[in-house]
């Protein structure tokens, strides 16, 4: 098992959030499209997962990780109230989404920031 660098990491996060952001976006875009069918991504753990990122066991007082089937990572449809034109948007669950991938964003860079700053006080010692 290879080490999990956090700098990947919370690149690989970004680049999630980023393709989030855009299938929002194109959701919304289609929101007066007939038969449109909004869309999501498959949330970022079981993007995580696909990218061979495991928890271990390093010590014997560590809770062992259980076994989870991995889910794919493309994007599916979200199922969601359909209207009269067969459209699946729903523009505050959209809205919603939204924010929470902005929020996301925000912890994501902080928590590389303070990832970078740890590193940059090790080296100066």
């Known amino acids: 098992m290879q080490p999990v660098s956090i700098f990947k990491l919370t690149s690989e996060h970004a680049r999630w959030l980023s393709q989030r952001q855009g299938v929002i976006a194109e959701n919304v875009a289609n ?3 007939p038969g449109y ?5 498959s949330p970022f753990e079981a993007a995580a997962a696909n990218a061979q990122l ?11 990780p ?4 991995a ?5 599916a449809a ?9 459209n699946t948007v729903d523009l505050q669950s959209e809205m ?4 929470e991938t902005g929020s996301a964003f ?3 860079r902080a928590a590389a920031k303070a990832f970078h700053r740890l590193a940059l006080a090790s080296m100066r010692g």
């Open 37 to 41: 069918k909004a869309s999501d991504l």
């Open 96 to 99: 919603l989404k939204l924010g």
């Open 71 to 75: 889910r794919e990572a493309e994007t």
């Open 106 to 108: 925000a912890l994501n």
């Open 66 to 69: 259980s076994g989870h089937a």
């Open 54 to 64: 495991r928890l271990a066991a390093t010590q014997p007082g560590h809770l062992r």
């Open 31 to 33: 929101a007066n499209t």
């Open 78 to 86: 979200t199922g969601g109230p359909q209207s009269e034109t067969g």
